[in-house]
């Protein structure tokens, strides 16, 4: 039973990357695909209020369970342990970093998502000049 609360723990643990992840630079996936922003708009701001009010992740406390129930008490020695997990719950997150990291999350969007707006009325505009010049 442990092995499997490890793979649910490990599991969770890649969720929580890949959230993150998409978060941070899914407004460059809007680019590239539109309709993706139906899913990211809600993630970019969940991510960006959990950064800027404070909150803890819900699946922080859900992997810190599996790991629990796993016999884990944190990561062993590996590479997750001294590369990625500092990335996800760095030691000396103080209150103004995770300030800073909740307002660059909306600025690096904010940018991906004026560039699509941009790149959308200029083509209606093209479309609308072309029709109008068709006439």
Request: with cysteine.
């Amino acid at each position: 039973m442990t092995v499997v609360y490890a793979f649910l723990a490990n599991s969770t643990f890649a969720l929580h990357l890949a959230f993150i992840g998409f978060v941070v630079v899914g407004g460059l996936f809007v680019l590239r695909w539109p309709r993706v922003a139906w899913a990211h708009v809600p993630c970019a701001l969940w991510g960006a209020l959990v950064e800027l009010l404070g909150w803890i992740c819900p699946l922080t406390p859900i992997e810190q369970a599996f790991r629990a129930q796993a016999g884990e008490g944190a990561f062993g020695a590996s590479f997750l342990q001294h590369y990625v997990i500092p990335l996800l719950y760095p030691g000396a997150l103080t209150r103004e970093i995770q300030i800073g990291l909740g307002l660059g999350v909306v600025l690096l969007n904010a940018l991906a998502y004026g560039w699509v707006w941009r790149r959308r009325t200029a083509r209606r505009r093209e479309r609308d000049s072309a029709y109008a010049g068709g006439q």
